[in-house]
């Protein structure tokens, strides 16, 4: 199973900082990685898919590269809505995995 | 609009059973999109439970959950369903449908349903 391992657990931010999230799969997932968006009481929304694609409607403050192993998301001025769990998901093999979450919290 | 509705949650005692259905409309549920289970359990992260292929001909299991749970889809009737039995305190969860973006059962998610919720106690 690919163990995706996401850094830091917590980010402390205020609204118009730079956001990177790190996420590091344990083995090559290809370019086959995905991030989601969680808020409280919500489902997940995709926000950036195989490596570096945004999703429909998604704003351009959200960035994503890397390849392999290694993986970032960058949101390049958080707004306020943007506060909540960061999660990265792999389809290269099954079973698919998701990585443990990024809380991205207010300053 | 695109939407997924799950219903058939509810409170089960262990080793009970329950099938979850997932509604989808908005879109032509079909053999271009995969369709997924995805769990939470209270306070925790995600976890793909299960995968279909757009076509029903393929599908995956978590090992946690293999040769208990079945995943199934009606694609006449825009329907995916998980029946879920020997139910254990630890799949207690809210259970998402997802939509997958391409055809093949692994697939990126993007559409979600509302999820349902499933809790396993005596």
């Known amino acids: 199973e690919v163990v995706l391992t996401q850094s830091p657990a917590t980010l402390s931010l205020s609204p118009g900082e730079r956001a990177t999230l790190s996420c590091r799969a344990s083995q090559s997932v290809d370019i086959y990685l995905a991030w989601y968006q969680q808020k409280p009481g919500q489902a997940p929304r995709l926000l950036i898919y195989?490596?570096?694609n945004r999703a429909t409607g998604i704003p351009t403050r959200f960035s994503a590269s890397g390849s392999g192993t290694d993986f970032t998301l960058t949101i390049s001025s958080v707004e306020p809505e943007d506060f909540a769990v960061y999660y990265c998901q792999q389809r290269n093999n099954w079973p698919g995995t998701f990585g443990q979450g990024t809380k991205l919290e207010i300053k | 609009e695109i939407q997924l509705v799950e219903s058939g949650g509810g409170l089960v005692q262990p080793g009970g059973s329950l099938t979850l259905s997932c509604a989808a409309s908005?879109?032509?549920?079909?053999?271009?999109?995969?369709m997924s289970w995805v769990r939470q359990a209270p306070g925790r992260g995600l976890e793909w439970v299960s995968a279909?292929?757009?076509?029903?001909?393929?599908?995956y299991y978590a090992d946690s959950v293999r040769g208990r749970f079945i995943i199934s889809r009606d694609n006449s009737q825009s329907t995916l369903y998980l029946q879920m039995n020997s139910l254990r305190a630890e799949d207690t969860a809210v259970y998402y449908c997802?939509?997958?973006?391409?055809?093949?059962?692994?697939?990126?998610?993007?559409?979600w349903g509302q999820g349902t919720v499933v809790t396993v106690s005596a």
């Open positions: 195989d490596t570096s």
């Open positions: 997802a939509r997958g973006q391409r055809g093949a059962a692994m697939a990126s998610f993007d559409v």
């Open positions: 279909i292929s757009g076509r029903g001909g393929v599908t």
């Open positions: 908005g879109f032509t549920f079909g053999s271009i999109n995969g």
